[in-house]
């Protein structure tokens, strides 16, 4: 046997990914979205074009845990504190956006003769908005935080947890293998476990996987733990989109909450790839010939429609003309959850082939509209600008922090008390999970995770702070926390604690500014306490400290480039006393 005749061939897996990586940076690039390009990329690799990849059954299996993460994703994001402040937008704009633009859409299909279960399904799917679309769209054109941009996360958190019952009702009104009444009772059981006490036993779950202290488990106990749960639900009927999102609501209000989302989010991105890879490889290009006009037709009342629903409920929103045209241009089109119902209901026999395939092919249509539309809108604003330019409505951001505290020791114990007592509002980040547990008892906010990884800093909304309070202990990691912070977000005004003097002098090598050395303060206030018990008024203690305070502190800056050559050290150590005995002298003579 030669010695290749086992050989991997990993030509088709390069062109696939080749192909991949190009059509979706093309359509990222142009503006389009990175949802199209996978879409682009699966007609092209698939069995109606290059035939790169056969089995799409076998791909859509495996892609499916991409929308299994993406739920445990938005359980994480619905923390109940935060879900309570969004309650009218979610629940108010959210469902009469669904509500009313089902109704509508629905009407629109009995006219052109589609009725029951096709139309009821039709009308909901097309009645959602595409989440990954429009969440890129709002963060590259940097709208997130503008007034459209928050009623449109809203919207979009509504449609998100609705999905749920709807892949659920799908499920069990489908024709395919129903689960045994005691599975069904396990599931139900399961489901209010994960509801009830889901918080303290994943918690403790995840506590003791932490405790280890290795990245590589933490990640595979986190997929661990996702999987199984789905895998549960599904076995019990409840379908696995629901386990996985009721495990991330769950987590939602755990320290692990951060850690877990970037440790989730690249096998999302990567999945959730997949499966529109997979969506694109189903598509027909003999049905979008024959069917053009009709696949034209029904993205341009999908959008029309939505559009204006949404129109009228920026508009009850209190939102002025440009802010409403933008939410209803960003949410008009259909979205990928739609597919999951269009393939769920396939796969059930609630919806013929044909139809789903026709029904894809209008929100994939819809969805190339909407970044089109947006940029025809921002053309036409700058051809023709308003007299008085808009002036940014000031919003209330509760979950974006004003202050970053990395490391939750004494020092940034004391910083994040004060800020609490001023109503500031601050996350805090520490990486050992048993102190986490514990701090985390006595009502404090802080969160699991490596505040050195940029991923996580951005997660917990660095890019959106003032302030990064550097309180590590270890002197490396506080130092690399430093550059991570310089380089992502240079934004960020940093007030670092150092352990000793060598401390300092590598972070002012480092360019931070603010640094406060560990026992310097207490070592003042000491000093002064001296001074005034030997019989100095207290105005003349504090003067005394600060002129050494002042003095100290130069000579820290000064000495800080020389760090490693202690002859230099010793000599601007003995210019200084020098040099500080003058300056008292000085002060006593005046």
């Not at 960003?330 to 059930?348: D, H, I, K, N, T």
């Not at 050395?517 to 207290?538: D, K």
């Not at 005394?544 to 003095?551: G, M, N």
């Amino acid at each position: 046997m030669s010695a290749g005749a086992h050989a991997l061939d990993l030509g088709p897996a390069v062109a696939i990914v080749a192909i991949t990586v190009g059509l979706v940076g093309l359509t990222s690039r142009l503006g389009l979205g990175g949802v199209l390009g996978y879409l682009a990329a699966g007609l092209a690799v698939g069995p109606i074009g290059l035939r790169l990849i056969t089995d799409v059954a076998f791909i859509q299996k495996i892609a499916e845990i991409g929308v299994v993460l993406l739920l445990f994703v938005i359980g994480l994001e619905l923390q109940p504190r935060r879900l309570r402040r969004m309650a009218v937008d979610a629940f108010g704009l959210g469902g009469a956006q669904l509500l009313v633009s089902a109704v509508l859409l629905g009407a629109a299909l009995l006219a052109t003769g589609a009725g029951g279960i096709t139309m009821l399904i039709a009308a909901l799917a097309m009645a959602l908005s595409s989440t990954a679309l429009a969440l890129q769209l709002l963060e590259e054109r940097r709208e997130m935080t503008k007034p459209h941009g928050q009623k449109a996360f809203a919207i979009l958190l509504f449609q998100d947890i609705a999905v749920i019952p709807m892949i659920v009702g799908l499920s069990l009104a489908g024709a395919g293998t129903r689960p045994s009444p005691t599975w069904m009772l396990f599931g139900i059981v399961g489901a209010v476990a994960l509801v009830v006490l889901g918080h303290r036993l994943l918690g403790a779950y995840f506590r003791s996987v932490a405790s280890i202290r290795s990245r590589d488990l933490f990640t595979a106990g986190a997929l661990l733990a996702v999987l199984a749960v789905a895998y549960f639900m599904e076995h019990a009927g409840l379908s696995m989109g629901l386990g996985a999102f009721l495990a991330g609501v769950a987590l939602s209000e755990t320290e692990f909450r951060h850690e877990l989302e970037i440790t989730i989010d690249p096998f999302k991105g990567l999945l959730l790839g997949l499966f529109f890879l997979s969506v694109g490889m189903t598509i027909e290009p003999g049905l979008l010939a024959s069917a053009w006009m009709t696949v034209l037709g029904g993205a341009l009342a999908v959008v029309t429609i939505k559009f204006a629903v949404l129109y009228a409920i920026g508009t009850f929103a209190g939102l002025d003309r440009s802010d409403r045209v933008r939410l209803s241009l960003l949410l008009s089109q259909g979205g990928e959850f739609a597919f999951v119902l269009f393939a769920q209901a396939s796969s059930g026999n609630l919806l013929d082939p044909t139809t789903s395939d026709i029904l894809t092919l209008v929100i994939i249509a819809s969805m190339i509209m909407t970044p089109l539309l947006l940029r025809t809108m921002d053309a036409l604003e700058k051809r023709f600008p308003k007299a008085e330019p808009k002036l940014d409505q000031p919003t209330d951001q509760p979950d974006h922090p004003r202050v970053i505290i990395a490391g939750f020791g004494r020092f940034g114990q004391i910083v994040a008390r004060v800020l609490t007592g001023q109503n500031i509002a601050f996350t805090a980040l520490d990486r050992d999970a048993q102190h986490v547990e514990f701090v985390r008892r006595f009502g404090n906010e802080i969160y699991f995770g490596d505040a050195t990884r940029p991923d996580l800093l951005r997660t917990a909304h660095a890019d959106a702070a003032d302030i990064l309070v550097v309180a590590i202990d270890d002197v490396d990691d506080s130092l690399r926390l430093v550059e991570v912070a310089r380089e992502s977000f240079p934004q960020l005004k940093i007030i670092a604690r150092a352990r000793n003097r060598f401390h300092a002098y590598r972070l002012v090598c480092a360019g931070v500014e603010h640094i406060f050395r560990e026992t310097f303060g207490s070592s003042i206030e000491a000093t002064e306490s001296v001074l005034q018990n030997l019989g100095y008024p207290l105005d003349a203690a504090v003067h005394a400290t600060r002129i050494f305070r002042d003095h100290d502190e130069r000579s820290l800056r000064e000495s800080a480039p020389h760090q490693e050559n202690q002859e230099k050290l010793i000599e601007i150590a003995q210019q200084g006393r020098r040099e500080l005995r003058s300056l008292f002298e000085q002060d006593s003579r005046k």
